[in-house]
C-alpha cells in the first residue's frame, strides 16, 4: 500500500496517525500541494479532486479520502479498534466525527481558506476556482471558539471524546484542534481545562508524530 501524502496537511495526518495506531507501516510518496503538485496531469489521474491523502492498494485501486481510507484500514486490521466495537460504540464515533467535521473541522477550513492570502481563488480544496468569502473566514474563527467550548464540555464528563476509549474521533478532534492553533493562532483558552488536558495527553501518543 502507498500513501500520496503532505506531511504539513491535516488530511493526510488522519490516515498518518490511524495507520501508525493499527502498527500499519505505509509508503508514503510526498505531493508537494505548496508548491501545486496537485494539479499536475500525472495526480490528477491519482486524486481526481486534486488532494492529498489517497491510499493505492496493491491491486491498483486507489481510496482518495481519508475517512475512506481509515474505514479500509479499520476493516483489514481491526486490533485496536479505533471506530468502536459494538453497535452503540460505533454509532458514537460516527455521531462525534460528524460533529468535529461540521462544527470543528470545516470551520478551520472555512477560516483558512477563505483568509489567508495563498488561497485567492482557491478558497475550496478543488482543480475548479472559488473566490474567497472574507465573512466565512470571520465566521469560522467565531465557530471555532464554539467548537473548543463544545469539547471541553464533552471531555469533562469521558476520558476520550467517544467513550472511555481512544477512537478516531480522538484523532480528528486532535488534528482540527491542531489545525486552528498552527494554522489559525488560535488556542483552546486555559479555562478550558479538560480540552487542555485530553489535548496534551492524546498529543503525547507516539502516533500524533507520525
Ligand atoms: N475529504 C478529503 C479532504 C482532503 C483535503 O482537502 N486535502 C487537502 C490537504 S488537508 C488538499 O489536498 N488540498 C489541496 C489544495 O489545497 O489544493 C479527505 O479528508 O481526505
Redesign the pocket.
Known amino acids: 500500500m502507498k500513501l500520496y501524502d503532505?506531511p504539513l496537511?491535516?488530511?493526510?495526518r488522519?490516515?498518518r496517525i490511524f495507520a501508525a495506531e493499527k502498527g500499519i507501516e505505509l509508503e508514503t510518496v510526498t505531493v508537494n500541494?505548496r508548491e501545486?503538485e496537485?494539479?499536475e496531469d500525472s495526480f490528477r489521474k491519482i486524486?481526481p479532486?486534486?488532494?492529498?491523502?489517497v491510499l493505492e492498494l496493491d491491486d491498483g485501486t486507489l481510496l482518495?479520502?481519508?475517512?475512506?481510507?481509515w474505514r479500509y484500514l479499520e476493516e483489514i486490521r481491526p486490533e485496536p479498534p479505533l471506530m468502536g466495537r459494538t453497535p452503540l460504540e460505533k454509532a458514537m464515533v460516527e455521531q462525534w466525527l460528524r460533529r468535529i467535521e461540521l462544527d470543528g473541522y470545516q470551520p478551520c477550513?472555512e477560516a483558512v481558506?477563505n483568509g489567508a492570502e495563498r488561497?485567492k481563488d482557491?478558497a475550496v480544496?478543488?482543480p475548479v476556482p472559488f473566490a474567497q468569502i472574507p465573512e466565512l473566514a470571520e465566521r469560522g474563527l467565531k465557530r471555532i471558539g464554539l467548537f473548543f467550548e463544545i469539547l471541553d464540555e464533552r471531555l469533562r464528563e469521558s476520558d476520550y471524546v467517544a467513550g472511555p476509549d481512544f477512537t478516531a474521533a480522538d484523532i480528528h478532534a486532535m488534528i482540527t484542534v491542531d489545525f486552528a492553533i498552527n494554522g489559525l493562532q488560535l488556542s483552546p483558552p486555559d479555562g478550558l481545562a479538560a480540552l487542555n488536558a485530553w489535548h496534551e495527553k492524546v498529543s503525547a501518543r507516539p502516533s500524533a508524530k507520525a
Open positions: 503532505f496537511s491535516p488530511s493526510p488522519r490516515a500541494i501545486m496537485q494539479f486524486s479532486n486534486c488532494t492529498v491523502p482518495t479520502d481519508s475517512f475512506a481510507i477550513v481558506r488561497f482557491r480544496p478543488s
